[in-house]
């Protein structure tokens, strides 16, 4: 339409093993190779003056999990490779210097929200898909230098210690090399997976319009822009925690959870 658009967004990623002495979910390392899918819904529209724009999109996410070793020198046995799934929602506003984003990632499937299931991937330790609910800010500080700013808050179904749930937040810069090519850098921190520096280079093939009167248009309104900007926060979140006895059925302990999932140290609480 002349002021909406309708879409659907389909990414696929390969993902590949974490690198040696480091874990991206705690405590254990995922290893390679696994492809997974991310699906989005959703429906742009511009207020009349075109000077916002607003959006709802929703889908499905699904993320494979090969596991291998630990960071941690435990050693462990019996690697399980998950499959973890949610589902998500996104409600978008954006004008041409500011932009909000309020997102909910909730896992469904074996591991899903309200179930309490977690995932056995070794011997001794355990994975959860987190539930993610979060608001992002965005601020161009000049028309290609993008400031952003966040809060999320993450919820695991371990009902003995809830050892990744709290509150988080999130920076970043983004620049505009071009208008197919785009840099930035990014800053999280929650006390689970404490401090995470990121950084990213997205190359958009045929992001640059050979018509002289569009590209005018959408240099001169960056807000049609974001009519066909890839929607964000599409990652299945995990999170893993070490276990330290096991029933004879191969089942855990109760009481027995760590409350420190990046040192593998159980409280022993009972």
């Known amino acids: 339409g002349n002021n909406s658009v309708t879409y659907v967004d389909v990414l696929v990623n390969a993902n590949f ?6 874990s991206s979910i705690g405590t254990t390392k995922v290893a390679g190779t696994t492809i997974s899918t991310s699906t989005r819904l959703g429906y742009r ?21 090969n596991t291998g070793g630990t960071d ?3 050693p462990i046995t019996d690697s399980q490779a998950p499959f973890f799934q949610q589902v998500a929602l996104n409600l978008e506003a954006k004008s041409d210097k ?24 070794n011997d001794s330790f355990i994975a959860d ?9 965005g601020y161009k500080i000049i028309p290609n230098l993008k400031l952003a700013l966040g809060t999320y808050y993450q919820l695991d179904e371990k009902e003995e210690a809830k050892t990744a749930t709290g509150v988080g937040i999130k920076t970043g810069l983004t620049y505009d090399i071009s208008s197919e090519l785009q840099a930035g850098v990014g800053y999280s921190y929650d006390e689970n997976f404490q401090s995470k520096i990121t950084g990213n280079l997205k190359w ?8 002289k009167k569009t590209e ?3 240099a001169a309104n960056p807000v049609i822009q974001a009519l066909s900007a890839t929607p964000e ?10 276990v330290r006895n096991r029933n004879a059925d191969g089942s855990f302990q109760r009481h027995f959870w760590s409350w420190n999932c990046r040192d593998g140290i159980s409280n022993g609480a009972d």
């Open 17 to 22: 093993s974490d690198y040696n002495g480091l």
């Open 216 to 218: 005018s248009l959408l």
């Open 204 to 211: 958009r093939f045929g992001g640059g319009s050979k018509n």
């Open 233 to 242: 926060n599409r990652e299945v979140r995990v999170a893993n925690c070490f």
């Open 98 to 121: 500011f932009s909000a984003s309020a997102y909910g990632l909730v896992p469904v499937g074996k591991y899903g929200a309200g179930t309490g299931n977690v995932a056995i991937i």
């Open 45 to 65: 529209w511009l207020n009349k003056n075109r000077s916002w724009m607003f959006g709802v999109n929703a889908g499905y996410d699904s993320r494979p999990m």
């Open 72 to 74: 941690n020198g435990i």
């Open 129 to 137: 898909n987190l539930s993610t609910y979060g608001i992002d800010f």
